[in-house]
């Protein structure tokens, strides 16, 4: 079974910094790319940043300069360093994953999702 488990969320100060990592584990054949997602409250759920394994990354005009995706791909791992943290950066932070696991005796290629970590960048 595929998990996806996020850490480093919580409080934090405008222009503080954070760091969120997720890590994948269970049966994975392989990880095509991983991304963090946020969806504040009201709002749809927005693409933050995505890294592929070839480590091209992309993100969000709406963070650029100020975030930073990295993987581990030794630990199935990904990281999401925040800095200069705005108030309109809080919401609920997903973490997904492009990845193959065997399915029976079937590769399937599928998206999967973390759970979710609250970031709450208030004053």
């Known amino acids: 079974q595929v998990q996806l488990v996020e850490s480093g969320g919580g409080l934090v100060q405008p222009g503080g910094s954070l760091r969120l990592s997720c890590s994948a584990s269970g049966i994975i054949l392989s990880i095509y790319a991983m991304a963090w997602y946020r969806q504040a409250p009201g709002k749809q759920r927005e693409l933050v940043a995505t890294?592929?394994?070839?480590?091209?990354?992309?993100?969000?005009?709406?963070?650029?300069?100020?975030?930073?995706?990295?993987?581990?791909?030794a630990k199935n791992t990904v990281y999401l360093q925040m800095n200069s943290l705005k108030p309109e950066d809080t919401a609920v932070y997903y973490c997904n994953a492009d990845l193959v696991t065997k399915k029976n005796s079937l590769s399937i290629r599928g998206d999967y999702w973390g759970q979710g970590t609250q970031i709450t960048v208030s004053s």
């Open 51 to 73: 890294i592929t394994s070839r480590g091209i990354t992309n993100y969000a005009d709406s963070v650029k300069g100020r975030f930073t995706i990295s993987r581990d791909n």
